[in-house]
């Protein structure tokens, strides 16, 4: 076991981004609508696009409204990704120039930011094996980082202390160990394991039992975490023990992990020895017959095709030892029929086809829940078990190829993005040819019902109506905007005056028809004059509806032109569409390109895996040939072999 296993370092970086993520700010509400929108991509699980979101408005001139909080959780996802030299950057940033190992801080920032810049540097640091770089960054770190970080700085210099070597005993670590919480007990196997390497078993029981004595803790999220901790020290303290020949501690030890966790198979080898290391190897027998039924991919699993016969031999039970070989040959043989069918089957096109897919039955990563896997944010919840290929499975699960495949992982889905985007432009510019085209539906419309002749006609109307007034307003005519009924009195009127000039003379005419017909034309002009205010009030009301009817018609008319003679803004739009349909699919050759490298490398990686495990096999076949033989030889050379159940050897003739 190593100091940091890669899932233990991708699970403290999501924790570690989990907690940039979700620093406190001075508002709770995101005040920039991209930085919320990141922030809600980032929770739920959709990690490129959060990261898309913030260099987005990176290029845009940058949030403003979070102070440094976008930044340090573009920093973060940089980190979690491997871009190391880009959250490096990012992360310097924050703490101003920094030369021959002396920063100058920048004092606008506050620090709790500076902090937390310090701690993600000397992440950097100790993954780029400069120890002493990342203990001088972690000793300056104040107490402003939230406790999930600090749990996490306190891990980082329990692993520092374990690289300045020599392993310290438990009672000098505690002063390392005492802020530990969550990570306590992750801290104390590895200064275990250290201590094991160093050939310092008693020391690494210390370690391993204090570990062992961490209460577990009351949250469900870190419980897993915890018990495959758990399980992984008693898995190492029973191979302690059994260094040591304390065989019942190590039986102990062996028997209190899960039988559903990881490290099951190798406690039930552990088991099994511990029991025959003093000779009850009916008891040894019973871990390993299970083991048996289990996957020969594993080593645990391909020790007891010998050690099963071997324990039979010991009990004198040279019938069931010859049985056991021979299932332990058939066992090898169908194994080899399966590694063949599987490199015989394994292609380009098989393994993209599985990786891709996202339902729990075929996907090669997935989380627990049957979820696709994002991002190596949370490479730790990966169950690679989700495969129909047992040996995919197996080999995924193995830190040099689970690092290969969530890469490969991470380029299918930006190529999905990418290519999901080629057809929106596509989309988008079919939506702008019809938006031209039911421009040119509507000019035509507009064409025919003669809009812009409609304006012409209704100013033409008012011109005429205004020149009406002036003259009625400058002659005084009232009679002009007289009702209807006296006008039409005023008219007979005047037919009656004509008529009595040209009758006159005559006696049929009385002699007062004129005094009579203007007394008559005088109450009219009296009636008329009565009603000229008002009725000149109303024409001038008119006068003013049409004017603005018809500065709305000549806004109309006007924006109607315009849009029959140009539509800059769908050429624009094009010319945008163009220019970003040239850079995805430049972007999108690029990622081709990649996805078909790293495919090959992980199925040359695969196939040296499968090969090697062939190899392997081949070596316990021969030795389980050999044993066989072995013990036909015993048998033959034996007075009584009736307990062989094995054909007679023809006597070789000189």
Known sequence: MGVITTTGLCAL??????????????????????????????????????????????????????????????????????????????????LGHHTSGQDHPNQNVPQKVRDTAHYYLAQLDYRAG???????????????????????????????????????????????LSPLQQNRALALLNLGNAAARAGDPIRAQHYYQAGLATDLPDSASG??????????????????????????????????????SNLANSALLGYGWAAASYHDYVLALKPWQALRNRSLLEPAVQETLLAVPWAYEQLKAPRSALIAYRESEQLLTDEFTRIKHTLESLDRELLLASLRRNDLQGALLTQGDGRALQSWLTLDQVNVLASD????????????????????????LLQDKLNHWQVKLDIYRQLIADKRQLRGARADQIEQTDLLRQHQALREQREQLAGELTRIARE???????????????????????????????????????????????????????????????ANKTLAQLDSALDESRTRSAQVAKILTTDPDLDAQVARLTALQLRNDAQLTELNQAVASATDTLLNAIRQGLVSHRNRLQDYLAQVHLSTARLFDVAYRAADNADIDAPKLPEVQE
């Open 13 to 94: 970086l999501a924790a570690a981004s989990a907690t940039l993520a979700a620093a406190p700010e001075p508002h709770r509400a995101a005040q920039d609508l991209r930085y919320g929108e990141s922030l809600y991509h980032y929770y739920t699980g959709d990690l490129p696009q959060a990261l898309s979101v913030l260099l987005r408005a990176e290029h845009d001139g940058g949030i403003t409204k979070h102070q440094h909080y976008p930044q340090l959780m573009r920093a973060g996802m940089y980190l979690a990704y491997g871009m190391d030299d880009r959250a490096r950057a990012e992360f310097a940033a924050h």
């Open 130 to 176: 400069d120890y002493a770089e990342a203990a001088a960054s972690a000793v300056i770190i104040g107490d402003t980082l939230s406790d999930s970080l600090g749990d996490n700085l306190a891990l980082l210099n329990a692993h520092l202390l374990i690289k300045a070597g020599p392993v310290p005993s438990l009672q000098e670590a505690q002063t390392t």
């Open 223 to 260: 419980l897993d975490e915890a018990l495959a901790v758990r399980d992984k020290t008693l898995t190492a303290l029973g191979y302690s023990f059994l260094q040591l020949g304390d065989y019942a501690s190590a039986k102990a030890a062996f028997r209190d992990v899960r039988l559903d």
């Open 389 to 412: 290929s047992r040996y995919l499975q197996e080999l995924l699960k193995r830190d040099a190829l689970q690092d290969s495949a969530q890469q490969l992982r991470d380029l299918l």
């Open 476 to 538: 005084q005519d009232t009679l002009a905007l007289a009702d209807p009924g006296i006008r039409a009195q005023a008219r007979r009127i005047h037919r009656a005056r004509t008529h009595v000039a040209a009758l006159a003379g005559n006696a049929k005419v009385p002699a007062n028809a004129t005094e009579r017909l203007d007394f008559y034309q005088g109450l009219i002009a009296w009636r008329a004059a009565q009603d000229f205010a008002d009725q000149q009030w109303r």
